[in-house]
């Protein structure tokens, strides 16, 4: 089995040569691989840098909370605690959905697999109807 292993280019500053640079610039290589390694996640979420404690795009969470008429300011710590709740909330609905499709042998969530959490969780009680269309 072949594994591909992505190496980290270090740009050279300016009035900078590589063999000043020597081993440092072998082991970032080396970090940098083993970082790859383990990073077992896919898709769009996995490109994200490893430093961002927030997933969702924060400007895009201030400019919904500024589409309600009662809020004039959001502070940066509100706009990120409503991000990393939002963030939480998906992944705890999706976990109690992957059950229901895993009950009836599936990998892919459908709607009734979110209607039945929903229905089935009580702390999912206030979203009862909302997806009905």
């Known amino acids: 089995m072949s594994s591909t292993v992505a190496v980290a280019y270090a740009p050279v500053a300016p009035g900078e040569s590589d063999p000043e640079r020597g081993e440092a610039v072998e082991d ?8 790859v390694e383990n990073n077992h996640e896919t898709g769009p979420v996995a490109a994200a840098p490893q430093n961002r404690l927030a997933k969702l795009p924060l400007s895009r969470i201030k400019a919904l909370m500024k589409a309600d008429p009662d809020v004039s300011l959001a502070s940066q710590e509100s706009v990120f605690i409503i991000a990393k709740a939002t963030e939480l909330f998906v992944e705890m609905i999706a976990k109690d959905a992957l059950v229901y499709a895993q009950q009836g042998k599936r990998k892919t969530l459908q709607r009734k697999d979110l209607d039945n959490a929903i229905e089935a969780i009580d702390e999912f009680a206030f979203l009862e109807g909302t997806l009905d269309a």
């Open 28 to 35: 970032e290589a080396r970090g940098t691989e083993a970082e």
